[in-house]
T-cell receptor
Framework: EDQVTQSPEALRLQEGESSSLNCSYTVSGLRGLFWYRQDPGKGPEFLFTLYSAGEEKEKERLKATLTKKESFLHITAPKPEDSATYLCAVQATGNQFYFGTGTSLTVIP | DAGVIQSPRHEVTEMGQEVTLRCKPISGHDYLFWYRQTMMRGLELLIYFNNNVPIDDSGMPEDRFSAKMPNASFSTLKIQPSEPRDSAVYFC????????????FGEGSWLTVV
């Protein structure tokens, strides 16, 4: 069964304390893996696309990596404005889309 | 462009009532999606349209749910009759392609059925 699992469900970090969020997936043929940021009361906003194992993408303090079974979103020296829920989604070869339930990140000043 | 516009933003209704959620996609986007988000199940795709035609409605939970897209600038999701378990945030999204990197979400319609 195709599925996406994110961990941890919630993460509290001190400002400047680096960490990683995990997204593990099981899908019959991966077309792409996507990371989104969701602020309270808003819809998800696209961050990154990864297509193949070994690929990495970076944007400011965020770096996304991909292996054959999982993806990591690394947050380096986070700031309070990085607080949000981070969602992972995979798109299968049949164009089906599967979202994880997200990791709620809180960065404390 | 103003982005994907959804209405109402919040709705509280009694069990058994009809609920209609509305969406205006971004102009020029050929794809429109309806998602439901809950704490337990996360984001679930309900249905998507391509050029106003429903393509995949396998995520629609049951016959109480229906969606229409009468033209390129408007879509509705209707629940009739509503039940407490329908309480969730419903997102509309539009996209240029089926890829997840061109999709834009609205701010959601928060539905509470009491």
């Amino acid at each position: 069964e195709d599925q996406v699992t994110q961990s941890p469900e919630a993460l509290r970090l001190q400002e400047g304390e680096s960490s990683s969020l995990n997204c593990s997936y099981t899908v019959s043929g991966l077309r792409g893996l996507f990371w989104y940021r969701q602020d309270p009361g808003k819809g998800p906003e696209f961050l990154f696309t990864l297509y193949s194992a070994g690929e990495e993408k970076e944007k400011e303090r965020l770096k996304a990596t991909l292996t054959k079974k999982e993806s990591f979103l690394h947050i380096t020296a986070p700031k309070p404005e990085d607080s949000a829920t981070y969602l992972c989604a995979v798109q299968a070869t049949g164009n089906q889309f599967y979202f994880g339930t997200g990791t709620s990140l809180t960065v404390i000043p | 462009d103003a982005g994907v516009i959804q209405s109402p933003r919040h709705e509280v209704t009694e069990m058994g009532q009809e609920v209609t959620l509305r969406c205006k996609p971004i102009s020029g986007h050929d794809y429109l999606f309806w998602y439901r988000q809950t704490m337990m199940r996360g984001l679930e795709l309900l249905i998507y349209f391509n050029n106003n035609v429903p393509i995949d409605d396998s995520g629609m939970p049951e016959d109480r749910f229906s969606a229409k897209m009468p033209n390129a600038s408007f879509s509705t999701l209707k629940i009739q009759p509503s039940e407490p378990r329908d309480s969730a945030v419903y997102f509309c999204a539009s996209s240029l392609t089926l890829s997840g990197n061109t999709i834009y979400f609205g701010e959601g319609s928060w539905l509470t059925v009491v």
